[in-house]
DNA sequence: GATTAAATTTGTCAAGTGTCCTAATTTTGT
DNA sequence: ACAAAATTAGGACACTTGACAAATTTAATC
């Protein structure tokens, strides 16, 4: 049961790579557990996502989640991947976006991601990633990319706001946008005490960032 | 072995609250655990944290651990509570800090900010606290109590700057300043991909937040 | 329907977790 | 020196964790 939304783009809760061989019930196992293990991630956090717990949130049997994930790490890694899928493929959506102008669009990629961190998932899983990218470098050097790929829109719109910005000043400004971003997630994500400031927010960052490209 | 810092501010590892009762050898058994257990949060995360970890990392054994914190909430509220302390009482020194314009003063307090979110320690317990503050209401309301401490200073120093602004408007632009900045911590900070570009990075915040009170 | 591969169950393993308990030892104030 | 308080040491408990190795059941294909 997937909750409606009225935003012009929103992030699916995971993308899962199909598999090669296996019956029909394997693949949906499969993804049963991806679903299972995020939805213990997001409510319970990483503490909570032990293989018993995700076993019996699928209601299969510990021995068969091994079957599909023989170590703990193979799960961690093939969640990581449909998450962060699920977050790129809407970036390329935008990128592809025509016909509006650049001030527009800055404006569109950031109430996207803005109206994105306010839902429980991102709230909840990215600090938890930021928590582990900190000891696992696996982790880390995936979430890297994603915000890579989350920045690439950022860099194209600003060199079309301000042409005469070097690559470098690009670069550095589509970093710091986004971070500023994510930072609010710790405030007003979902849940938090300035979650209600967001639209107050929202306006600050449009306004902040448009002036800091010219 | 504390590294020395040029910065006219910065921020001790630990602020340990004194205790009432107790012999000089009890206090120093007391703040060597708090400062173990900072230690082995700081360099392999929450999850290594456990009792028995804490116990041997300061030589002392599992019994006598728990009777200086019979649980390990106990443990972990007490920790906060010092890592805490010690970035409050920064901020209180910036705040009394007089004879500087408004401006400088911003500026100092981001370089403040900015400056220690490039150690080690800031870098690694942030992000574990945030991950925690979603599932722990106590870690949730200790940090955001945290934050209002350091927006207090921010805030008034924007209605120096510009004393048009209702209280409201200076409450969300101290908030999205002060999100701003600790979103860096997970692209700039301590062994992070964008460590190096900081220095750039505290101009651009420089320049924006300027920009955005006025 | 038999055969083969896929999926599932059941049980076990060593290691780690937080908490509790009791006896010895050391330190302190009188 | 003495008694009380504070500290240390060591072990035990019940429980969870990730991993593994069989058996057993289910499904698709010849």
Known sequence: MKQSSPAKFSVPDLLISEREGGYARGREGHES????????LVEEGYRAMSMRRVAAACDIKL?????????KEDLVRELLDAVISSYEVEFEAIIHEEDVSPEQRLEEICTLI????RTKKTTRIFP???ALSNHDPFV?????ELYARARAPLNSIIADINPALS???RETLALF????????????????PFENRMPWLERIAAKGFVQLVN
């Open 33 to 40: 557990i991806l679903r299972a293990a995020l939805h213990l």
């Open 63 to 71: 021995g068969n989640l091994t079957y599909y994930f023989p170590t």
């Open 114 to 117: 803005l109206e994105d961190i």
């Open 128 to 130: 938890e990633l930021w």
């Open 140 to 144: 880390l050097e995936r979430i890297q």
């Open 167 to 169: 690559v470098d000043q």
């Open 177 to 192: 946008i986004s971070a500023s971003m994510e930072g609010l997630t710790v405030f007003a994500g979902y849940d938090k």
